[in-house]
């Protein structure tokens, strides 16, 4: 069965470190997502990518973030001058259908801890 | 008003048990509605899609309310498996593309 998978599963970095979490989606999805869940806490949109451009972002999505599909099968999420509460679980997922019930696919998460 | 709500938990049933869970939605032009499960620090699995008519998939069974807001899921004859956090998500009609998950009940399943 394709799957979304993430890497790496658990990064460790210092504060104000950039980190790239890097996801391959389904192949024959069209659009991608990163979330984010706090440990304890909710999972969390941070933003929607389709036809090699962000459809929607969320206010946590600022400055500090970016996303790249550079090759067409990887989808990064950049992470500039990493925060303490940037500490979380971060999700990549992938559908393959814009809206209606297109179900997302979750990859098994990286793990970033920011000391 | 949140935009997804659901019931705070934990629920603690014994075996065999049915249980149900609500959601409420702040925004009335969302457009899809799923109930996804979330083992302990595992990615949100899709447990299934809610329609308008209500739908069943084995032991699992949706419901949706639109005029009310409310969503819920019930789960007959509990199983020690179905343990887990269980997600109520909303999809807005705006874009189509963000997703909001509310905040999850926890079930435990004790024999």
């Known amino acids: 069965e394709p799957e979304v998978t993430q890497t790496p599963s658990h990064q460790v970095t210092q504060m104000g470190q950039e980190v790239i979490l890097r996801c391959v989606p389904i192949?024959?999805?069209?659009?991608f997502y990163w979330y984010r869940q706090i440990l304890g806490q909710k999972v969390e949109f941070l933003v929607s990518?389709?036809?090699?451009?962000?459809?929607?972002k969320s206010e946590i999505f600022d400055d500090q973030f970016s996303v790249e599909r550079p090759d067409g099968s990887n989808f990064t999420l950049k992470i500039r001058s990493t925060k303490l509460e940037d500490s979380a679980m971060y999700f990549c997922?992938?559908?393959?259908?814009?809206?209606?019930?297109?179900?997302?696919?979750f990859g098994e998460g990286s793990r970033l801890t920011v000391l | 008003r949140k935009e997804v709500e659901q019931d705070p938990g934990p629920f603690n049933v014994p075996e065999g048990a049915t249980v149900a869970f609500n959601c409420t939605y702040s925004?009335?032009?969302?457009?899809?509605f799923f109930w996804y499960r979330q083992d302990c620090r595992k990615e949100p699995k899709l447990l299934m899609s809610?329609?308008?008519s209500g739908n069943e998939d084995g032991r699992f069974t949706a419901q949706l309310n639109r005029a009310s807001q409310y969503i819920s899921l019930l789960i007959r004859d509990s199983k020690l498996s179905d343990s887990a956090t269980y997600l109520c998500?909303?999809?807005?009609?705006?874009?189509?593309?963000?997703?909001?998950f509310g905040a999850g009940t926890r079930l435990f399943v004790k024999a």
């Open positions: 997922a992938s559908s393959g259908s814009r809206g209606g019930t297109g179900e997302l696919f």
């Open positions: 990518f389709y036809n090699n451009e962000i459809s929607e």
């Open positions: 809610v329609y308008s």
């Open positions: 192949s024959n999805h069209l659009y």
């Open positions: 998500v909303v999809r807005p009609q705006t874009g189509g593309f963000k997703t909001i």
């Open positions: 925004n009335s032009a969302s457009q899809s």
